[in-house]
T-cell receptor
Framework: EDQVTQSPEALRLQEGESSSLNCSYT??????LFWYRQDPGKGPEFLFT?????EEKEKERLKATLTKKESFLHITAPKPEDSATYLC??????????????WGLGTSLAVNP | DTGVSQNPRHKITKRGQNVTFRCDPI?????LYWYRQTLGQGPEFLTY????????KSRLLSDRFSAERPKGSFSTLEIQRTEQGDSAMYLC????????????????FGPGTRLTVT
């Protein structure tokens, strides 16, 4: 069964304290792995797509990496405005044309000033 | 702003009433998804459209839920005889499946409609 597990569930950092969020997945053929940011009461905001092991993507203080079993979202020198829930989702090749996403439960990140 | 838009943003209704939500996808996107999200959970797939055709509906979706995309542009999601368990955030997302030089599979989400059933 295709599955996505994110850890930790919650993370509290001091401003400037770098850390990483984990997304472990089991899927029958990975089409893509997606990272989203979600602020309270809002829809998920797309961050990155990763397609193959070894791929990396960067955007400001965020860097996403992918292996055959997991993905990491590295946050370098975070600021309070990085506080949000970070969601990971995968798309299986077995899903075929419907491109349905399989979601993790997210990591709630709080960055204290 | 050319992103996905949803209306209304918030809806409070009494149990047993019908509600309808609207989603306007990114204009060049041919595919549209509806999701439901409750606190602490990832989005749960409800249904999706390719242009005006509804291609799949979740088995978890009761007959009280119906969705349309009449002209392949905006979509509506209607919930009849609402129940307290329907209280959730309803999310719409869109994407393009048109073949291009660089394939992309990400979905872009709207701000959501928060439904509260009292």
């Amino acid at each position: 069964e295709d599955q996505v597990t994110q850890s930790p569930e919650a993370l509290r950092l001091q401003e400037g304290e770098s850390s990483s969020l984990n997304c472990s997945y089991t899927v029958s053929g990975l089409r893509g792995l997606f990272w989203y940011r979600q602020d309270p009461g809002k829809g998920p905001e797309f961050l990155f797509t990763l397609y193959s092991a070894g791929e990396e993507k960067e955007k400001e203080r965020l860097k996403a990496t992918l292996t055959k079993k997991e993905s990491f979202l590295h946050i370098t020198a975070p600021k309070p405005e990085d506080s949000a829930t970070y969601l990971c989702a995968v798309q299986s090749l077995r899903a075929g044309n419907n491109r349905k996403l399989i979601w993790g439960l997210g990591t709630s990140l709080a960055v204290n000033p | 702003d050319t992103g996905v838009s949803q209306n209304p943003r918030h809806k409070i209704t009494k149990r047993g009433q019908n509600v309808t939500f609207r989603c306007d996808p990114i204009s060049e996107h041919n595919r549209l998804y509806w999701y439901r999200q409750t606190l602490g959970q990832g989005p749960e797939f409800l249904t999706y459209f390719q242009n005006e055709a509804q291609l799949e509906k979740s088995r978890l979706l009761s007959d009280r839920f119906s969705a349309e995309r009449p002209k392949g542009s905006f979509s509506t999601l209607e919930i009849q005889r609402t129940e307290q368990g329907d209280s959730a955030m309803y999310l719409c997302a869109s994407t393009s499946t048109v073949a291009g030089a660089v394939p992309s599979y990400e979905q872009y989400f709207g701000p959501g409609t928060r439904l509260t059933v009292t």
